[in-house]
């Protein structure tokens, strides 16, 4: 029957069933470390929560339910995710990458994985034709964040998960700025899907929390191997709250889709605003893309202020008053970020401004609020 369901179903029942013991509708927060075994081996599944804990496997049957995938996987953190599909390459291995990306997703390759042989290669991937003069026999992976952040750029999945295969490479997708509820890269060519957890599917910020959603098992196998072996799991708790998230998941990205579509017009018409980045605009580069691989456009946007400089910048995310001024994205209430000195600060200003990510841009995480009230919020910081 679960095959079956639709979306907004899956979310709240895919992979899940009533607790055994009991019949309890939510999964119980098994908050134990070791599982009591009647003779050596002998236990009913469970031995060690490092490796298994049936919370966080209701979880991760869940996660692989709403990506349309066949194995799901949570981990401590979006980067502890990240980290382990690095784990997967060896020294040598070469990554091709996005050159607008999240400044955790670029500090882990260039602060971390460089130092242990691996080369990454950061291009436009709006245009998959740059994918193509950089791919070579050592090519092992291409990493995918679409949109982007903070730039909300659109890359084909597709396009480019039909190219990679031509030459025997693996597609990972950052999905956390979409969600499931918006595009499911798996069913568009892509071999793993990731999620900073933390933001929509959890939904509430209060967790902090990362996901892997795989369909070949051999993959499955090794990631679980890593998983258990390196040990960046997430908790019961965690799990139990990203679980509990994931069932309002497509109601609340209805909302973020409206709101951002409301604001996103509000800013372009603004005579202060030089330029509004949200994929719903026609005017997007990549507008038609979106449309056709996404079912919305998403509650993230980005916008700069005419004529604005850093200190503008900064003044008006001061003045905010419902939106507050926070890392992170993708909760219930709205947030506004200033990217240069706040999520990308690890990228060098150099590098940060030719993919646009200048001292003037600010980045919004619209909510589920009523949208006349972030409006009007807006209205009175922008002036």
């Known amino acids: 029957m679960e095959e079956k369901l639709h979306f907004n179903s899956a979310t709240i029942h895919g992979g899940q069933e009533p607790d055994k013991a009991y019949g309890a509708v939510m999964p119980p927060i098994y908050q134990t470390s070791t599982y009591a075994q009647t003779t050596p081996g002998g236990h009913k599944g469970f031995e060690y929560s490092r490796t298994h804990n049936p919370t966080r496997q209701a979880l991760e049957k869940s996660l692989a339910s709403i990506e349309a995938g066949n194995f799901g996987f949570a981990f401590g953190s979006g980067l502890a995710a990240m980290d382990a599909v690095l784990k997967l390459l060896k020294p040598g291995d070469e990554i091709i990458s996005t050159n607008d990306l999240y400044g955790g997703s670029y500090r882990l390759f260039t602060k971390i994985f460089e130092d242990f042989g691996l080369k990454f290669h950061f291009v436009g991937m709006d245009n998959p034709q740059n994918i193509s003069a950089t791919i070579n026999k050592k090519t092992k992976l291409i990493w995918i964040e679409t949109p982007t952040n903070p730039m909300m750029n659109v890359i084909d999945i597709k396009a480019i998960a039909t190219l990679a295969k031509k030459h025997g490479v693996m597609v990972a997708v950052d999905n956390t700025f979409a969600s499931p509820y918006l595009q499911q890269p798996l069913t568009l060519g892509a071999d793993i899907v990731m999620h900073s957890a933390t933001k929509y599917l ?50 609340r990205m209805q909302r973020h889709c409206e709101n951002a579509n409301e604001i996103a017009n509000y800013l372009k018409n603004h005579p202060k605003i030089e330029k509004v980045y949200w994929p719903g605009l026609e005017d997007h580069p990549n507008h038609s893309i979106a449309k056709a691989q996404m079912k919305d456009f998403g509650g993230m946007l980005s916008f700069v202020t005419k004529g604005a400089d850093y200190d503008a910048a900064i003044k008006i995310v001061e003045k905010l008053k419902l939106f507050t001024l926070a890392e992170s994205l993708g909760g219930v209430e709205s947030l506004a970020g200033h990217p240069a000195s706040m999520t990308h600060a690890s990228i060098p200003k150099e590098l940060r401004e030719k993919s646009g990510v200048v001292d003037a841009l600010i980045r919004l995480s619209v909510g589920i609020e009523d949208v006349r009230d972030l409006i009007a919020d807006l209205e009175q910081a922008i002036g």
Do not use: W, Y
């Not at 967790?207 to 890593?226: H, K, M, P, Y």
């Open 202 to 251: 959890a939904g509430h910020s209060d967790v902090v929390l990362g996901s892997l959603v795989v369909n070949d098992e051999d993959l499955a196998a090794r990631i679980g191997f890593i998983q258990n072996a390196s040990g960046a799991i997430c908790g019961p708790m965690d799990s139990f709250l990203t679980l509990r998230g994931i069932k309002t998941l497509h109601v």
